[in-house]
């Protein structure tokens, strides 16, 4: 049974009952900025605690449907390509989806035939798909057998930054991925925000305050106010 748990109003005050189906249950639904909840999981580089493995690190953590489907080995050969990227940004990939390891490791060496790569991140078995229901993967309308493809980005204090949710027969950019590791990177690091399509080293947002002088230390530029609600920096490096 699901509870109306909160009461949305409409324009008159008036309850706005959901069907039974859209309502909100107590289950947990990992959102940005939530702490990433510790776990054990087997994988194909053997049994790993999240928060023991991570430390230290960003973390990648991605569903995908199945092992030996088309559109997954796309995926995981996009992201074993990317090795060289991911480590000079510090982020370890995490893959997760319900097929066992030893399907796993066959489908990587027909990856590494097939596309010449080599998955060097560990791939987790998740039995009985627990581990995908929790972390919000499932969704039954669009599979009841299969997680959809959901991307999250952990940072280095486990805090939950990112979240893409993606359909079963439609494969990531993961490119995307890492310009948005690059893009809290640069936040964490100077208080910038970035504008759609950003790539290292465009032009980036001033969503605050600051002095010139700090803006000059972080960029070596200083700013160009647009608009009352625009102040862009142009990084010098
Ligand atoms: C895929 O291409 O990745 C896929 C195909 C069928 C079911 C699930 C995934």
Same mark, same amino acid.
């Not at 010449?116 to 060097?120: F, I, P, R, S, W």
């Given at each position: 049974m699901s509870i109306q748990f909160f009461a949305p109003r409409d324009a008159d005050n008036q309850l706005v009952r959901l069907p039974p189906a859209l309502r909100r249950t107590v289950r947990w639904l990992p959102r940005i900025g939530d702490i990433f909840p510790d776990f054990n999981v087997e994988t194909t580089q053997g049994s790993l605690k999240f928060w023991e493995w991570a430390e230290g690190h960003w973390v990648h953590l991605f569903s995908h449907p199945a092992a030996k489907t088309p559109v997954c080995t796309s995926e995981i050969a996009s992201v074993a390509s990317y090795s060289a990227a991911w480590k000079a940004a510090n982020v370890k990939n995490l893959a997760l989806t319900g097929s066992t390891l030893d399907e796993q490791t066959q489908w990587h060496a027909d990856i590494a035939r097939l596309f010449? !790569?080599? !998955?060097?991140f560990p791939c987790a078995h998740d039995p009985d798909l627990k581990l995908s229901r929790l972390f919000g993967m499932m969704h039954e309308k669009e599979s009841e057998a299969w997680p959809i493809r959901k991307s999250f980005l952990i940072d280095p204090s486990q805090h939950l930054r990112m979240i893409f949710e993606y359909p079963i027969f439609i494969g990531r950019r993961t490119g995307e991925v890492l310009r948005v590791v690059h893009a809290l990177q640069l936040r964490d690091r100077t208080g910038a925000a970035t504008p759609s399509d950003w790539e290292d080293g465009d032009i980036t947002i001033i969503p605050d305050d600051r002095s010139e002088a700090h803006v000059r230390k972080e960029f070596g530029a200083g700013s160009v106010r647009l608009s009352p609600y625009l102040r862009v920096v142009q990084p010098a490096y």
């Open positions: 010449n !790569v080599k !998955v060097d």
